[in-house]
């Protein structure tokens, strides 16, 4: 009996095949949960066509896996094995990715995606290797069109901003809300003018910036801290220079397609100086010992059948949930009649009449089915408008960012305030009170708005989610609907 000698060249072979292979069985899984989510996938690739606030997600998983081949060395000679509490998170990802899908979240959906690859390469690649692969993995994370919520806060500190500039600089201003007119002519900050689309690009480069120059986690977090705050206040500095353009030029300037070229012209200046400025303070990178990283390769530490287990296990984890919510998404309708019965609107001499405001009307998105009437009562009129949605699915739902009340520069009318309230309308349930304000006049519309989920009424967007995902789990489907009251005040219309 004879021992064979194993000679050095073929356990390196040995172990860069065991280390390929291991790459390739989480590439195959990564790939049956990409078309498992695909749903959640699509709308995130939607939003990238179609928002210019979010075009630079195309860019992101090129980016992240360009920084993984430029890190091919180094990986490559990390040990690894499977990371078995790994299904923990992956377990809690799904269950919460289930759940922001029968509320129809898509920002929570997306996440969890993302969420998951990572939770899914720990789980097969372990968590030495997954430590060194930490920032190409997370920046996947910067691909999920998220922050619209900061939309109206951006468009109130513009707003704010350019009114305080404007008075500084010795032009009177009349504001009402986020207008205002100033002598030479009238201004709207619109979701446009928010900063948005400079944020989020800001934070992407700022991010991939200060990964790539910095090393010590506080300078990274310091210099991504300040480009946020750089691109907020820059934004301000835009919108005001824009409004004393127009006004210096006599309205001539800074109206029509300069509008936006000035605007990103003056941007990218800022982030240029930004960048610059932030390379004072820029760390070498670390010296990689070029000739280890090309002779050394992962041991692997476990058996290719401990890794086909982590697989199997980390399959029917990631299944699981897509499964369960495709059961539970049933439709039970219920016709928009029985919720205006709920409504406490029931006086004697209450009379039907035509609408007491003919040129305004919600907007929401998709093909909800509109119930309205009016009544009048002496000299009030008041409408109720019903907007039904019988069965929600991305773009038909009740919870959107395109669903408002006057949509930015098209309308007549203008948001003017908006408050809670509290009201005997329908089950005691507070509304939100907005007043509309027409443009270039006095009228104005008084407007109570609730949703109504699962027989409840609530203006809690957050409370509204929560009914829709109990309603999916009775197994009554996910209708929801918004109820609407409104009349004209000031100088009303006819009805």
């Known amino acids: 009996m004879t021992m064979t000698e194993i000679s050095p060249e073929a356990l390196k072979t040995s172990s860069s095949n065991d280390y390929l292979f291991t790459v390739m069985l989480a590439c195959a899984v990564i790939a049956t949960l990409l078309f498992a989510y695909w749903p959640s996938l699509s709308t995130m690739i939607h939003l990238w066509n179609t928002s210019d606030t979010y075009a630079h997600g195309w860019l992101i998983p090129p980016i992240s896996l360009y920084l993984l081949y430029q890190m091919r060395h180094t990986l490559a000679a990390v040990e690894i094995r499977p990371a078995w509490w790994a299904l923990l998170p992956i377990v809690g990802c799904g269950a919460l990715w289930m759940l922001a899908f029968l509320a129809d979240v898509q920002v929570i959906q997306q996440l969890m995606v993302v969420a998951l690859v990572l939770g899914v390469t720990l789980l097969i690649v372990g968590w030495e290797w997954f430590k060194q692969a930490a920032f190409p993995l997370g920046f996947l994370f910067l691909a999920v069109p998220m922050g619209d919520g900061l939309t109206p806060h951006l468009v109130d500190m513009t707003a704010d901003f350019v009114v305080y500039a404007l008075r500084a600089t010795g032009i009177p ?48 977090v310091t210099f991504v801290g300040v480009a946020i705050v750089v691109a907020i206040i820059a934004n301000w500095l835009r919108a005001y220079m824009i409004v004393m353009i127009a006004h210096l030029s006599g309205m001539k300037l800074a109206l029509g397609v300069d509008h936006y070229i000035y605007g990103w012209v003056f941007f990218g200046i800022v982030i240029f100086l930004l960048m610059t400025i932030g390379m004072i303070w820029s760390e070498a990178p670390a010296i990689e010992e070029t000739a280890n990283s090309h002779t050394k390769h992962s041991r692997v530490a476990v058996s290719r059948t401990s890794w086909l287990g982590a697989i199997l296990a980390g399959l029917v984890a ?34 039907p009449v035509g609408r007491p405001v003919r040129d305004w009307q919600p907007h929401f998105v998709g093909t909800p089915t509109v119930y309205e009437r009016a009544f009048k009562a002496d000299e009030h009129t008041v409408a109720m408008y019903i907007v039904w949605y019988a069965e929600q699915s991305q773009g038909e739902e009740l919870i959107h960012a395109a669903n408002e009340l006057v949509r930015d520069k098209y309308e007549p009318w203008r948001f003017l305030s908006a408050s809670s309230q509290s009201t ?17 006049g006095e009228r104005q519309i008084l407007v109570w708005q609730s949703n109504w989920v699962g027989g409840r009424f609530t203006m809690s967007n957050l409370t509204t989610k929560l009914l829709d995902i109990a309603s999916r789990f009775r197994g009554q489907g996910n209708p929801a609907a918004a109820v609407i009251f409104y009349t004209p005040i000031g100088q009303d219309e006819a009805p």
């Open 173 to 220: 201003v009349y504001r009402e809300g986020t207008f205002f007119v100033i002598p030479s002519g009238s201004w709207s900050v619109v979701s446009g003018c928010s900063g948005m689309r400079y944020l989020m690009a800001t934070i992407t480069v700022g991010v991939l910036f200060a990964y790539l120059n910095y090393r010590s986690i506080w300078r990274r």
């Open 318 to 351: 990631i299944h699981l949930w897509p499964l369960l919510a495709a059961k539970a998404s049933t439709t039970v309708p219920h016709p928009p009649l029985e919720i205006a019965s709920d409504v406490k609107l029931v006086e004697a001499n209450w009379i």
């Open 424 to 440: 005997s309308m329908h089950a005691n349930s507070p509304v939100l009170e907005t007043i509309l304000k027409q443009r270039g």
